[in-house]
């Protein structure tokens, strides 16, 4: 069964940190991009990043550069959103999708159920 599941999201006091999972099964991950995506309670869906087949990060929301990072672990067919220095603001679901061809597009073949993130004292 082809599925992405994100995991490690919760509550966070603000300036706190979060790294949040997203886990493939029934596919190689590695050889897809990867996108985090995040939607706020009342708004569309955003993209945040995208990490390609070759490791490279490619930041579409100027609010999450130099705050977050995205990385992968291959033997563990997962990639990571790292989330530092949080903000009220951030709250939200994030989701993870991929695509095999490269980060730009619009269209992902395979999304996650997301994870929710609170930011708050």
């Known amino acids: 069964q082809v599925q992405l599941v994100e995991s490690g999201g919760g509550l966070v006091q603000p300036g706190g940190s979060l790294r949040v999972s997203c886990a493939a099964s029934?596919?190689?991950?590695?050889?897809?991009?990867v996108g985090w995506f995040r939607q706020a309670p009342g708004k569309e869906r955003e993209v945040i990043l995208c990490?390609?087949?070759?490791?490279?990060?490619?930041y579409y929301d100027n609010s999450a550069k130099g705050r977050f990072a995205a990385s992968r672990d291959s033997a563990k067919n997962t990639v990571f959103l790292q989330m530092n220095s949080l903000k009220p603001e951030d709250t939200a679901v994030y989701y993870c999708?991929?695509?095999?061809?490269?980060?730009?597009?619009?269209?992902?073949?395979?999304w996650g159920q997301g994870t929710q993130v609170t930011v708050s004292s």
């Open positions: 999708a991929a695509v095999m061809s490269g980060c730009g597009g619009s269209v992902y073949d395979y």
């Open positions: 029934g596919f190689i991950l590695a050889h897809y991009s």
């Open positions: 990490i390609s087949r070759s490791d490279g990060v490619t």
